[in-house]
């Protein structure tokens, strides 16, 4: 009896060190010392608040929707579909969020990307900038941290949709960019209509920043 206990208690050993290291790629994130308190947060405070939040925003949606119908042009094509970004090629569809100063953004990009407070509106001639967070590989897809981490796949041509205001917009990428912390994005000519979407790099590291570049069609 005694050597099978032996044989039990150093089988669990070597099973679990094989679990360990066969997966690791897997769950090494749990060593991040802030991922607990993110989790923790988000399941027993959090995720309660950002349904009552998406129930308020959808209350507000459809009112915008109703009085956009009231003054929509009868030609214009009209999409049911809440403001957002779909990426095709790196498998994105994430809720834009709209925020009315830069102190709302942190806490906004919890809940999808976000549009810089002051840039222009999607569709718009200008720079619209969004916004969204990167993370390391294999990151747990807790919250929207994953959102961007694959921003450095694209490349000229690739699509970018984003609906907003219930009209859709189709940028095609132009340019990446890998920026210092701080450094202002490249300049673009005014009465074009360009979108920049904005994360830290490496993914989930903040150190540097990318950008990629693309046209409204």
């Not at 607990?36 to 129930?55: A, D, G, H, Q, T």
């Not at 109703?66 to 994105?92: A, M, R, W």
């Not at 009315?100 to 999808?112: F, Y």
């Amino acid at each position: 009896m005694a050597s099978k206990k032996v044989f039990l208690k150093y089988f669990l050993i070597f099973f679990c060190f094989s679990f360990l290291i066969f997966n690791w790629a897997k769950i090494y994130w749990v060593l991040y010392p802030d991922y607990l308190k993110r989790v923790i947060s988000f399941y027993l405070f959090e995720k309660k608040e950002n349904k009552r939040e998406e129930i308020e925003i959808k209350t507000e949606k459809i009112e915008e929707k109703k009085e956009s119908e009231k003054n929509q042009k009868p030609k214009e094509e009209i999409y049911d579909k809440e403001d957002s970004i779909e990426i095709q090629k790196i498998g994105i569809v994430a809720p834009l969020i709209v925020v009315g100063n830069e102190s709302e953004v942190k806490k906004a990009l919890d809940r999808g990307v976000v549009l810089w407070p002051n840039s222009a509106f999607p569709g718009e001639n200008g720079q619209t900038i969004i916004l969204g967070h990167s993370a390391p590989p294999n990151w747990p897809k807790i919250k929207y941290d994953w959102v961007f981490s694959n921003l450095n796949l694209l490349e000229k041509g690739d699509e970018i949709v984003v609906y907003f205001k219930n009209r859709k917009y189709v940028y095609s990428v132009e340019n990446k960019y890998f920026l210092d912390k701080g450094q202002q994005l490249p300049e673009t000519d005014p009465q074009k209509s360009t979108l920049f979407l904005i994360s830290c790099w490496p993914p989930g590291k903040n150190i540097r920043r990318i950008a990629v570049e693309a046209l409204r069609k």
